[in-house]
């Protein structure tokens, strides 16, 4: 791990520290944690529009029921794909940081919750003293038909197929659609505010687009926070733009953009398009600069 990384991990660590104190919305997640965590009941399936419609009724408690609900569906397809890339199970720990939540203890409430589902196939193996996640059996997530055709997308790969069409509402304003990059090498990251990986990627991006855009590389920053549920203003966007110096535009991801691509569940998730539509590349997770390079600098001289 370089010591680049570790630098943009403490940071990110620090920066997420600060931003969750300062905000309403994370005390509104830890009451809705501490009921489910009170209320909760083995074999019995959460019943959010019951929780919606008669327990939580403030705007910043459903908006961190909402984020929660779209974590839960996530989170096996977000394990299982880590089981598969790392050959060990995530920590309480990095669940905690790919799904902005507050602490461990809010991953391990979602853990629980998902444990006492019936429909979610019991699928992991926890310690009981720690909680933290012993066994996966990804084979059991791939036999389900809930979950199974999304984890089966995203491991099988994308390279070789043509990327879905996308016209994403930029930032700056104005829209960004991926018909108009043709022609272009196109490297598509999607991301959110205060991911720590997704921040060790950043200026390596910012490098790339300097370096390569002259060349035909159009790099696309998809920021996920609204499709996740996060509670995160276009000014916070914004000053991490500033601040990173990114020039490259940084778009708004939707629900059906994701759906799309596969329901993204490890994040940043970067897909290498080439100058005809087509994935060359995808990878998931924090990308070694000179991996990125190589691939994109192959793509361009065949031109």
Same mark, same amino acid.
């Given at each position: ?46 019943? @959010?529009?019951? $929780? ?115 016209? $994403? ?8 659609? $991926? ?26 991006? @910012? ?22 549920? $996060? ?55 924090? @990308? ?16």
């Amino acid at each position: 791990m370089s010591a680049r990384w570790l630098r943009s991990l403490l940071f990110a660590s620090l920066l997420c520290g600060t931003a969750a104190a300062g905000l309403a919305q994370s005390d509104a997640e830890t009451r809705v944690l501490d009921y489910i965590r009170a209320h909760l009941q083995p074999g019995q399936p959460l019943i @959010v529009t019951d $929780l919606y419609n008669h327990v939580f009724t403030q705007p910043d408690e459903r908006q961190a029921l909402d984020k929660l609900y779209s974590a839960f569906f996530r989170i096996p397809l977000f394990i299982a794909n880590y089981q598969e890339k790392f050959g060990s199970p995530p920590s309480l720990g990095v669940i905690t940081e790919q799904f902005a939540l507050r602490s461990p203890a809010a991953a391990d409430t979602l853990l629980r919750v998902m444990e006492s589902d019936p429909r979610v196939p019991g699928f992991l193996t926890r310690d009981p003293k720690t909680g933290q996640i012993t066994h996966v059996d990804v084979e059991k997530i791939k036999a389900d038909p809930k979950f199974g055709q999304a984890l089966i997308r995203q491991l099988s790969g994308w390279d070789g197929k043509p990327a879905p069409d996308f016209a $994403l509402a930029g930032l700056r304003g104005g829209e960004v659609r $991926l018909v108009d990059l043709h022609g272009k090498v196109v490297l598509l990251e999607v991301w959110f505010t205060g991911c720590p990986p997704c921040m060790a990627e950043t200026p390596e991006l @910012v490098a790339l687009d300097r370096e390569l855009s002259p060349r035909g590389l159009a790099i696309v920053g998809a920021n996920a926070d609204r499709a996740l549920g $996060l509670d995160y203003d276009d000014a916070t966007r914004q000053r991490y733009i500033q601040e990173h110096h990114v020039d490259y535009p940084i778009v708004h991801w939707t629900r059906d953009s994701d759906r799309a691509y596969g329901d993204i569940s490890i994040f940043p998730t970067l897909f290498l398009i080439d100058q005809k539509g087509v994935v060359r590349a995808h990878w998931i997770g924090y @990308v070694e600069p000179e991996d990125l390079r190589q691939a994109i600098t192959g793509i361009l001289k065949e031109n």
